[in-house]
């Protein structure tokens, strides 16, 4: 049970951004910027950094949404649960490993990314704004895993949930929806 009322229809992240609409809009284009926005990483591998720090902060909302929506991105279900698992033997380059290891470290601590870290991923290709808005992201991310865990939000009683979720960040992003979310409590869509 959330600590504060929040409407029972929109679980996770979703309700408390309707609780606080004032603060929610620069948190959504802030997220709708860095995810969506023009990029040389692509959107599935900024959900991966996403997917990465949310598993790392063990916050279950967050991570089945930005699995879900890397799948759909990537076209398969593998690539995320082996990144869970073990970024090094994950199928993925060189750079993009390196990035997610910067991610990892940021969650932990910021201190512990270190110069030998930034190195191995401009070794690797990574360009000096990827490892800026890897770092970013992975920081906006523990605010968000915070926000919904240290509210107590609830989770969605269908696992469907997170599918509809990941159809609607891939289609419409990270900004609030023009209509709002009653029709979820209607039939339980996104």
């Known amino acids: ?14 309700g408390l951004l309707e609780y606080r609409k004032d603060t929610a809009e620069p948190i959504r284009e802030l997220t709708q ?16 950094i996403a997917t990465v720090v ?8 967050c991570t089945t949404a930005h699995t ?4 759909r991105l990537l076209g398969e279900s593998n690539t995320c649960n082996m990144v869970k698992e073990n970024i ?3 199928p993925l380059g060189n750079k993009m490993k390196a990035l997610l290891q910067i991610a ?21 290709g990574a360009s000096d704004l990827e490892i800026h808005d890897t770092v970013l992201i992975a920081a906006l991310f ?14 969605p009683d269908e696992n469907s949930y997170y599918n509809q979720l990941a159809e609607r960040l891939v289609l419409h992003g990270y900004t609030r929806l023009p209509q709002g979310y009653d029709h979820l409590k209607k039939n339980n869509s996104i």
């Open 54 to 61: 949310s598993s790392g902060n063990n916050c279950t909302f």
């Open 104 to 124: 990892d470290k940021v969650r932990e601590n910021g201190k512990l990314v270190t110069p030998e870290l930034i190195q191995k991923a401009k070794q690797s």
């Open 88 to 90: 090094e033997t994950a």
């Open 1 to 14: 049970m959330p600590y504060i009322p929040l409407q029972e229809h929109l679980p996770g992240i979703t």
């Open 33 to 48: 910027f860095l995810l969506r926005g023009p990029n040389s990483l692509s959107e599935a591998e900024r959900e991966l």
């Open 68 to 71: 879900a929506a890397a799948d």
């Open 142 to 155: 523990c605010l968000y895993n915070r926000y919904v865990d240290g509210l107590a939000t609830t989770l």
